[in-house]
């Protein structure tokens, strides 16, 4: 087993971390299942959000009786402090806890500071002191309130997308968070399922001893595959090194990684999906990409308006509708015989 530290909170926990958004997408029996196998073999750091709809309830109806052996961090994408309070009583509930180990804002478009009009950080300080949340943590898909986040010095730890793939500005906010002795949770660790093997992804965490990824699973068979990393952490072998420079290659430059922040779209998009098709045919079963729903999901881009919404949203500067004609483009030429 490998384990990490969190920085300044001092939490030690095991390195490979479950990240529980996708458990939304099944019944509670198989995610109390998952969550209860997780555990029992060793996973203990537990990543969740308010806005994830019913996954706290899903954590605490399968975790509440070892809530001392587990670590719980959850969030709120509240923007006013009221919301702060509702958000947590309920998280809280839901989890069926006293405390939350981390309580996390959750992409603020700016960072929340002490003193700030929107009251947000003074009531996460209040809760802090009513024993509520014991560490003060953000995430974000945003550079710039990544970098005040760090900078500020008020803030226990940073949850930011990192994985292979990564740009050198992104390892710059590792490196910057072990200076400042921040915990350092990564997030889309696989790249929103571009990358496909999670042994290459997982040992390339383990050249970072102060990054926790949290895994996002939601089948049975996934979280299998994590726990073989949590029984034998993979290393770094020439093989997988030379696998990641050939991803890296191939998926150079700019691509969109599947986060969703640019959406909801006015003409009802998939942006998320359909921004990244051409990737999809290639590195997933192409036949899945090809069913009548998806055709329809992408047809959907002929009624681009044209609003530059989800282009002024997107986090990595990506032109979106651009990107969406492109995919389009090549996706209708896929349908027609192209070959892949
Ligand atoms: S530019 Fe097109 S894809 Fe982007 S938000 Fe507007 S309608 Fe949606
Ligand atoms: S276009 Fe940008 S914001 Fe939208 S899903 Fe892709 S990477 Fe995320």
């Not at 309920?90 to 003193?115: A, E, S, V, W």
């Not at 002024?312 to 995919?327: I, M, Q, V």
């Amino acid at each position: 087993m490998a384990k990490v530290r969190l920085g300044r909170t001092e939490i030690v926990v095991e390195k490979n971390g479950f990240g529980a958004l996708p458990i939304q997408r099944v019944n509670m029996d198989t995610a109390k299942h998952i969550l209860r196998k997780a555990y029992k073999n060793g996973i203990e750091f537990f990543d969740t959000a308010r806005f994830y709809t019913d996954s706290e309830e899903k954590l605490g109806e399968a975790l509440s009786d070892v809530r001392n052996e587990v670590v719980l961090a959850s969030k709120t994408g509240a923007l006013n402090a009221e919301d702060f309070w509702k958000d947590l009583e309920t998280t809280l509930n839901n989890l069926k806890t006293d405390h939350l180990d981390i309580y996390q804002f959750h992409n603020p478009p700016f960072c929340p500071l002490p003193g700030g009009e929107d009251g947000l950080y003074d009531a996460m300080l209040k809760a802090k002191e009513e024993g509520k949340v014991r560490f003060i943590g953000i995430t974000n898909h945003r550079l710039a309130v990544a970098h005040e986040a760090i900078d500020s010095g008020m803030y226990d730890t940073l949850q930011f997308p990192f994985c292979y793939l990564s740009a050198e500005k992104e390892t710059e906010l590792v490196e910057k968070c072990r200076k400042a002795d921040m915990g350092f949770i990564a997030m889309k660790a696989l790249s929103g399922g571009l990358i496909t093997s999670s042994e290459a992804a997982a040992a390339f965490m383990m050249e970072y001893d102060n990054v926790l990824p949290i895994w996002g699973i939601q089948r049975e068979k996934e979280l299998d595959e994590f726990l073989e990393f949590v029984a034998k952490p993979p290393v770094m072998t020439e093989e997988i090194s030379a696998l990641i420079e050939k991803d890296r290659k191939e998926l150079q430059g700019e691509f969109c990684r599947g986060c969703g922040y640019c959406m909801p779209c006015p003409a009802g998009i998939e942006i998320n999906n359909c921004a990244r098709m051409s990737l999809l045919l290639r590195r997933s079963p192409s036949e899945q990409q090809l069913t009548p729903e998806v055709q329809a999901k992408m047809k959907k881009i002929e009624e681009c308006l044209h609003c530059g919404k989800c282009k002024t949203k997107c986090p990595y500067g990506l032109d979106t509708p651009a990107l969406l004609e492109k995919n389009y483009k090549d996706y209708k030429e896929v349908l027609a015989g192209k070959a892949i």
